[in-house]
C-alpha cells in the first residue's frame, strides 16, 4: 500500500516563528504537493513539485516556500509564521501521468 | 464561478437512504476524482474515472462527459458512510488537481 507520512499531526507555534512541514512517501512517486484546507474554501494547492529540486508555485504560495532534495520527501517551509496561516496541512503523491493522489493524514498546525 | 461545483454542499439522510452528490466542471478533464474523508482523518481516494460508471460495494461513480457533470451514488446509507466527499479534475496535460469544495454527508441512524 502507498504510505505518505507527515512529521506532526498537531502542531502550535507561534507568530514570527519558521515552521517546518515534512512528508515521506514510499512509493517512489514522481509528483508531490503540498495543500491547506479551510472550511468553505476546500483544498488549495500551495506548492506542486514534479522531480527532485524542482518546484511549480499552486494556487496560494505566498508566506511558503519547498524544498524537495530527495524524490521521497518534500517540505513545506513557512519563513515567519502568521496566524492567518493557521490551517490543516495535506500533503500528497502522485505518478506521473494524470494519476491518483495518494493523501498524508494532515497536519493541523495553530500560530498563535 | 468555480471550474468544479459541487451540490449540495451539506446533506442529512436517514440510514439506508440513496444519497446522490452531484459535480459539475467546466475544464476539459482526463479524469475525475471522488474523495472521501472522514472527521480528523485523511484523504481517501475512492475512484478516478474518464468515462462511463465505475462501482466499488455501495459505492458507484459515474460521469459524462458531454455534460461534463459526474455523480457519486451510495445505496443503503450507513452511518459509516458519514464523511466529506470531494470530487477533483484532472485537466489535460496537467499532473494537479482542480478540488470542489465538498460534501458533507451525515448519515442519521
Known amino acids: 500500500d502507498v504510505k505518505v507520512t507527515q512529521s506532526s499531526r498537531y502542531l502550535v507555534k507561534r507568530t514570527g516563528e519558521k515552521v517546518f512541514l515534512e512528508c515521506v512517501q514510499d512509493?517512489?512517486?514522481?509528483?508531490m504537493f503540498w495543500y491547506r484546507q479551510d472550511p468553505g474554501l476546500g483544498l488549495r494547492l500551495i506548492y506542486f513539485?514534479?522531480?527532485?529540486?524542482?518546484?511549480e508555485k499552486g494556487d496560494i504560495p505566498e508566506g511558503y516556500s519547498v524544498s524537495r532534495e530527495k524524490k521521497e520527501r518534500f517540505s513545506l517551509i513557512l519563513e515567519s509564521a502568521s496566524t492567518n496561516q493557521t490551517s490543516m496541512y495535506l500533503c500528497?503523491?502522485?505518478?506521473?501521468?494524470?494519476?491518483?493522489?495518494?493523501f498524508g493524514p494532515g497536519t493541523r498546525l495553530t500560530v498563535l | 464561478k468555480n471550474e468544479v461545483e459541487q451540490s449540495p454542499q451539506n446533506l442529512t439522510a436517514q440510514e439506508g437512504e440513496f444519497i446522490t452528490i452531484n459535480c459539475s466542471y467546466s475544464?476539459?478533464?482526463?479524469?475525475l476524482h471522488w474523495l472521501q474523508q472522514h472527521p480528523g482523518g485523511g484523504i481517501v481516494s475512492l475512484f478516478m474515472?474518464?468515462?462511463g460508471k465505475k462501482k466499488h460495494g455501495r459505492l458507484i461513480a459515474t460521469i459524462n462527459i458531454q455534460e461534463k457533470h459526474s455523480s457519486l451514488h451510495i445505496t443503503a446509507s450507513h452511518p459509516r458512510d458519514s464523511a466529506v466527499y470531494i470530487c477533483?479534475?484532472?485537466?489535460?496535460?496537467?499532473?494537479?488537481?482542480?478540488f470542489g469544495t465538498g460534501t458533507r454527508l451525515t448519515i442519521i441512524p
Open positions: 500528497a503523491s502522485s505518478s506521473w501521468g494524470g494519476k491518483a493522489q495518494y
Open positions: 512509493m517512489d512517486h514522481e509528483n
Open positions: 513539485s514534479y522531480d527532485v529540486k524542482m518546484k
Open positions: 475544464v476539459g478533464i482526463s479524469a
Open positions: 474515472l474518464s468515462s
Open positions: 477533483a479534475a484532472h485537466r489535460i496535460g496537467n499532473e494537479k488537481l482542480t
